[in-house]
């Protein structure tokens, strides 16, 4: 059973930057692909971000593209998403997930309770 556990967000000014941590356990992480996703209130999740298991290939929603950067250590079983030129309609709770990189980054496991990023204008 793989638990994930998110951090680093925080409250910013538009502009700022934050990065996002996932720590994964259980799992063989250096085969997963991984991915970023976040709920704002009154809407439904969205994907963000994803990252394949060796990192060759990366994918952006069309509104974080050159803002945002996903990467990933597999030796420390991390998972980043370094956010920059930040934007308050960034703000929402961000998750992190194993995906199917080639089914539309479908998330496949359990969700974590997630960091919330708040940016002001």
């Known amino acids: 059973q793989v638990q994930l556990r998110e951090s680093g967000g925080g409250s910013v000014q538009a502009g700022g930057s934050l990065r996002l941590s996932c720590a994964i356990s259980?799992?063989?992480?250096?085969?997963?692909?991984m991915g970023w996703f976040r709920q704002a209130p009154d809407k439904e999740r969205e994907r963000v971000a994803a990252?394949?298991?060796?990192?060759?290939?990366?994918y952006y929603t069309d509104s974080v593209k050159g803002r945002f950067t996903i990467s990933r250590d597999n030796a420390k079983k991390t998972l980043y998403l370094q956010m920059n030129s930040l934007k308050p309609e960034d703000t929402a709770v961000y998750y992190c997930?194993?995906?199917?990189?080639?089914?539309?980054?479908?998330?496949?496991?359990?969700w974590g309770q997630g960091t919330q990023v708040t940016v002001s204008s």
């Open positions: 259980g799992g063989t992480f250096s085969t997963l692909s």
């Open positions: 990252i394949m298991w060796n990192g060759d290939r990366t």
């Open positions: 997930n194993l995906v199917d990189y080639y089914n539309a980054y479908r998330p496949l496991s359990s």
